[in-house]
């Protein structure tokens, strides 16, 4: 049997190929319903504006997002962990591209066995390319 701290890390490497896809539907599969997201300088957000920020309207410049996530730590507590990572995402639209980077704070609950992330603090910032 897969331990929770593999099935996290796998629930990352499954949240960052599929971000790299255009993958929404997974992507959005990954977070609890209720999920919160902590981002500097904006009123804290969940999964319906997450969702509307990814939407590209039809005949739109779609995007190409990339990233990498570096699990510093994960600590599990019954059916809820939390996990610090430092990562780096960058999108490029045409011919512009922007880096971002940073430490986040994750804190994940298991439903039926699954793991799904429940809040997220994003402390990233622009990097110069």
């Known amino acids: 049997m897969v331990n929770d701290e ?7 490497a499954t949240w960052m190929s599929a971000t790299r896809a255009g993958d929404i539907d997974t992507v959005l599969s990954l977070m609890t319903d209720d999920v919160v997201f902590l981002v500097a300088g904006q009123p804290p957000f969940g999964k319906q504006e997450f969702a509307r920020a990814l939407s590209v309207p039809p005949g739109a410049l779609v995007p190409q ?15 809820w962990a939390f996990m610090r990572t430092r990562l780096t995402v960058e ?36 990097v110069e390319t």
Do not use: C
Not at 6 to 12: F, H, T
Not at 73 to 79: N, S
Not at 103 to 125: E, I, M, P, Y
């Open 91 to 126: 999108v490029t639209s045409g011919s512009r591209t922007m880096k971002r980077a940073g430490h986040t704070l994750s804190v994940l609950r298991k439903s039926g066995g699954k793991w799904q992330l429940a809040r997220d603090a994003n402390l990233l910032t622009p």
């Open 65 to 79: 997002i990339d990233g990498r996530s570096e699990i510093e730590e994960i600590r599990v507590i019954g059916d």
């Open 6 to 12: 593999q099935q996290i890390r796998d629930l990352v």
